[in-house]
């Protein structure tokens, strides 16, 4: 069966700090990679997806990046962390539409 | 682009009373998902339902395609229910991207 792991579940950063949070995903193959951000209370805003290895997406500009450099691997970074950077970071694959996330991680940036 | 449009924003009841939650959508879609995000955080996949009728324990989920919308039903409801209640769907026009309702914030009191 499929499953996603994302780590690490919480994290606290300093401002100006770099980010680096790692997104796998075990039995399947080729899937839709995806980074999603939640405020507080909020909905989420997705910030980067892959359809393939080293093909990134973004759909808004901001202070992070991602990468793919495996198959089944996803890595959201920032050089530099900002205090608007806080929130609940969400790793999703998806496969022929359906999508499964992972359990998350909390960043409080301070 | 589709719009995603889920009610009741918010809902309050008693254990063991029972609620329907919908979910309306603009156009048409190859894909229809409904989650539940707990009070951690984590979101939980509760139906893959494009079209039909689908029932996991206390759980059931209708969507009628044509006339474009889908049913969330909670039965017997129980504290553990608590939480927000997301629709997502993929459009016909595009397989790789979730478009998200607000969701509805569920309170079951005991």
């Known amino acids: 069966s499929q499953t996603i792991h994302q780590w690490p579940a919480t994290l606290v950063q300093p401002v100006g700090s770099p980010l680096s949070l790692e997104c796998t995903v075990e039995?399947?193959?080729?899937?839709?990679l995806y980074w999603y951000r939640q405020a507080a209370g909020r909905g989420l805003q997705l910030l980067f997806y892959?359809?393939?290895?080293?093909?990134i997406s973004s759909e808004v500009p901001q202070n992070l990046s991602a990468s793919r450099p495996q198959d089944r691997q996803f890595i959201l970074s920032s050089k530099k962390l900002l205090l608007s950077d806080s929130g609940f970071y969400l790793c999703?694959?998806?496969?022929?539409?359906?999508?499964?996330f992972g359990q998350g991680t909390r960043l409080t940036v301070v | 682009g589709i719009q995603v449009e889920q009610s009741p924003p918010d809902l309050i009841l008693q254990e063991g009373a029972n609620s329907t939650l919908r979910c309306n959508f603009s156009?048409?879609?190859?894909?229809l998902q409904w989650f539940h995000q707990n009070p951690w955080g984590q979101l939980i996949n509760l139906f893959y339902?494009?079209?039909?009728?689908k029932q996991n324990g206390r759980l059931s989920a209708t969507t009628v395609a044509t006339e474009r919308y889908s049913l969330l039903y909670i039965s017997s409801s129980q504290t553990t229910d608590s939480g927000v209640y997301f629709c997502?769907?993929?459009?016909?026009?595009?397989?790789?991207?979730?478009?998200w309702g607000a969701g509805t914030k569920l309170i079951i009191k005991p």
């Open positions: 999703a694959w998806m496969v022929n539409t359906e999508a499964f």
């Open positions: 039995g399947t193959s080729n899937p839709n």
């Open positions: 892959s359809v393939g290895i080293g093909q």
């Open positions: 156009d048409s879609v190859n894909n």
């Open positions: 339902i494009p079209s039909g009728t």
């Open positions: 997502a769907v993929v459009g016909s026009e595009s397989n790789y991207q979730l478009i």
